[in-house]
């Protein structure tokens, strides 16, 4: 009830009513406008487009039966052949995932995409040939239980392709894991020393009881200067592969880890086939190169 309320809160009131009114009452004068940046002189009507979640690359496919794949810049990244009968695309969850749908057909199809990623290795250890011609690039968390359980395998698959592999390692700390980070610049810093895989290897052994304590155990234990490795770990450069590591795992598109790039392109399959699979075809591929 108006009347009920005092002259202050009355007057607060109309003031409010007074606001209300003027800004209704004001005309708009905003207005949009439309620039033309760019257009795309296709080789084939286009039927349909879409543009990934994440923003970094727009799908046109054509009636020729064909998706242009371009980056935000409209740069054409590359061509894929999907056959005349899909009439319309859709994204998936991720940049690399396409639904091809054919209305004539009844069909759905699911196209996963092998985008080629540019991996620097010039400051991550590694083991194998510094040339080889198959590079295994590991994003991973020294206190995550899967990247502990994918060591073995990754031993086993060096194992088997010891000259024709380089198999690197990039780190990736999760935020919620306390230690990683510091087990990540211990293990760079043990690199220095010539120690970096047997310190990397017992880390992994104790994933899940990693501490300040435990890391410096595990130094000890493997033989190696505590002093020098103390003083390696706050070294500005070491730190900043760390830094580099988890800013080019997230420009690569890494959403989870172990993450694993074979000669730049995801492997999807972690298996010990899946490896061999995709080992094998970089190795034809090279020698048909040659």
Same mark, same amino acid.
């Given at each position: !009830?108006?009347? #009920? &309320?005092?002259?202050?809160?009355?007057?607060? %009131? *109309?003031?409010?009513? %007074?606001? *209300?009114?003027?800004?209704?009452?004001?005309?708009?004068?905003?207005?949009?406008?439309?620039?033309?940046?760019?257009?795309?002189? $296709?080789?084939?009507?286009?039927?349909?487009?879409?543009?990934?979640?994440?923003?970094?690359?727009?799908?046109?496919? /054509?009636?020729? #039966?064909?998706?242009?794949?371009?980056?935000?810049? @409209?740069?054409?990244?590359?061509?894929?052949?999907?056959?005349?009968? %899909?009439?319309?695309?859709?994204?998936?969850?991720?940049?690399?995932?396409? &639904?091809? %749908?054919?209305?004539?057909?009844?069909?759905?199809?699911?196209?996963?995409?092998?985008? =080629?990623?540019? =991996? !620097?290795?010039?400051?991550? +250890?590694?083991?194998?040939?510094? !040339?080889?011609?198959?590079?295994?690039?590991?994003?991973?968390?020294?206190?995550?239980?899967?990247?502990?359980?994918?060591?073995?395998?990754?031993?086993?698959?060096?194992? /088997?392709? +010891?000259?024709?592999?380089? $198999?690197?390692?990039?780190?990736?700390?999760?935020?919620?894991?306390?230690?990683?980070?510091?087990?990540?610049?211990?293990? &760079?810093?043990?690199?220095?020393?010539?120690?970096? @895989?047997?310190?990397?290897?017992? &880390?992994?052994?104790?994933?899940?009881? $990693?501490?300040?304590?435990?890391?410096?155990?595990?130094?000890?234990?493997? #033989?190696?200067? /505590?002093?020098?490795?103390?003083?390696?770990?706050?070294?500005?450069?070491?730190?900043?592969?760390?830094?580099?590591?988890?800013?080019?795992?997230?420009?690569?598109?890494?959403?989870?880890?172990? /993450?694993?790039?074979?000669?730049?392109?995801?492997?999807?399959?972690?298996?010990?086939?899946?490896?061999?699979?995709?080992?094998?075809?970089? *190795?034809?591929?090279?020698?048909?190169?040659?």
């Amino acid at each position: !009830d108006y009347k #009920g &309320l005092g002259m202050k809160n009355r007057s607060a %009131v *109309l003031l409010l009513i %007074v606001v *209300l009114f003027l800004a209704l009452s004001c005309p708009v004068n905003g207005a949009v406008e439309g620039d033309v940046k760019k257009t795309l002189n $296709l080789e084939s009507p286009p039927l349909d487009l879409a543009a990934s979640l994440n923003g970094k690359y727009i799908y046109v496919l /054509t009636a020729q #039966g064909s998706i242009l794949i371009y980056s935000l810049d @409209w740069k054409l990244e590359d061509k894929i052949s999907v056959g005349s009968q %899909v009439d319309s695309i859709e994204v998936g969850p991720w940049e690399d995932v396409i &639904l091809l %749908v054919s209305k004539k057909d009844k069909e759905v199809q699911i196209l996963l995409l092998d985008f =080629i990623k540019d =991996i !620097d290795l010039s400051n991550s +250890p590694f083991k194998g040939p510094a !040339d080889a011609p198959v590079e295994i690039a590991v994003f991973s968390d020294f206190q995550w239980p899967y990247c502990a359980r994918l060591s073995p395998l990754l031993e086993q698959v060096f194992e /088997t392709y +010891p000259k024709v592999v380089k $198999l690197a390692i990039k780190n990736f700390p999760l935020p919620n894991h306390k230690f990683a980070r510091q087990a990540a610049v211990a293990a &760079l810093a043990a690199n220095r020393q010539g120690k970096f @895989w047997e310190f990397h290897d017992e &880390l992994y052994k104790n994933y899940s009881r $990693l501490s300040e304590e435990k890391i410096q155990e595990i130094a000890q234990q493997v #033989g190696l200067d /505590t002093a020098k490795l103390d003083q390696d770990m706050k070294a500005p450069e070491i730190n900043a592969i760390v830094e580099n590591d988890l800013r080019e795992g997230k420009n690569a598109g890494v959403r989870g880890i172990p /993450t694993i790039f074979i000669n730049g392109r995801l492997l999807r399959d972690r298996s010990f086939a899946g490896f061999q699979a995709a080992i094998e075809k970089e *190795l034809a591929e090279e020698g048909r190169k040659k």
